[in-house]
T-cell receptor, first 111, second 112 residues
Framework: KQEVTQIPAALSVPEGENLVLNCSFT??????LQWFRQDPGKGLTSLLLIQSSQREQTSGRLNASLDKSSGRSTLYIAASQPGDSATYLC??????????FGTGTRLQVFP | DGGITQSPKYLFRKEGQNVTLSCEQN?????MYWYRQDPGQGLRLIYY???????QKGDIAEGYSVSREKKESFPLTVTSAQKNPTAFYLCALEGAWNQPQHFGDGTRLSIL
């Protein structure tokens, strides 16, 4: 069964810290992995997408990596800000053409 | 996302009632998706449509129905057969990589 897991479920850090969010997937036959941000009561905003042939993608202070052999992806947030507070979800695309979502990590960055 | 609109933002259902959630888009995308989000769980796919007048069941289609009469619209009906409808419902469009990428702001459905 294809499953995506995110640990921890919640994280609270002071402003300015560099942090890493983790995403694990059980099936390494992944086509790509996408990271989303979700603000309370809102929909998802796509942040980064890593193809299976790629190792990482960067956008501003965000860097996402993908290691298929170990079944892991990480989202690195540099110099965190209170505006980064949100829930972050990862989702893997498999040959069923359906995204398998993780349960998310709720991040709080306090001033 | 300005190109995809879900309404209403909040919806209440009485016992035995069918309710319909609206999803409209003006981005001219072919594929549209409906997801359900419950606390502590990932998003789960209810239905998706890749073309007008065609749609497929997702992982949790029981108790739901959809239609795709127009490219711009993909309404979801939560029927009385859905015994646990309380959830946050999200509509999505495909993105550049032909997978769900653009999401609406969701509809929160509760039971009266």
């Amino acid at each position: 069964k294809q499953e995506v897991t995110q640990i921890p479920a919640a994280l609270s850090v002071p402003e300015g810290e560099n942090l890493v969010l983790n995403c694990s997937f059980t099936d390494s036959a992944i086509y790509n992995l996408q990271w989303f941000r979700q603000d309370p009561g809102k929909g998802l905003t796509s942040l980064l997408l890593i193809q299976s042939s790629q190792r990482e993608q960067t956008s501003g202070r965000l860097n996402a990596s993908l290691d298929k052999s170990s079944g892991r992806s990480t989202l690195y947030i540099a110099a965190s800000q209170p505006g980064d507070s949100a829930t972050y979800l990862c989702a893997g695309l498999y040959n069923t053409d359906k995204l398998i979502f993780g349960t998310g990590t709720r991040l709080q960055v306090f001033p | 996302d300005g190109g995809i609109t879900q309404s209403p933002k909040y919806l209440f259902r009485k016992e035995g009632q069918n309710v319909t959630l609206s999803c409209e888009q003006n981005l001219n995308h072919d594929a549209m998706y409906w997801y359900r989000q419950d606390p502590g769980q990932g998003l789960r796919l209810i239905y998706y449509s890749q073309i007008v007048n065609d749609f497929q069941k997702g992982d949790i289609a029981e108790g739901y129905s959809v239609s795709r009469e127009k490219k711009e619209s993909f309404p979801l009906t939560v029927t009385s057969a859905q015994k646990n409808p309380t959830a946050f419902y999200l509509c999505a469009l495909e993105g550049a990589w032909n997978q769900p990428q653009h999401f609406g702001d969701g509809t929160r459905l509760s039971i009266l």
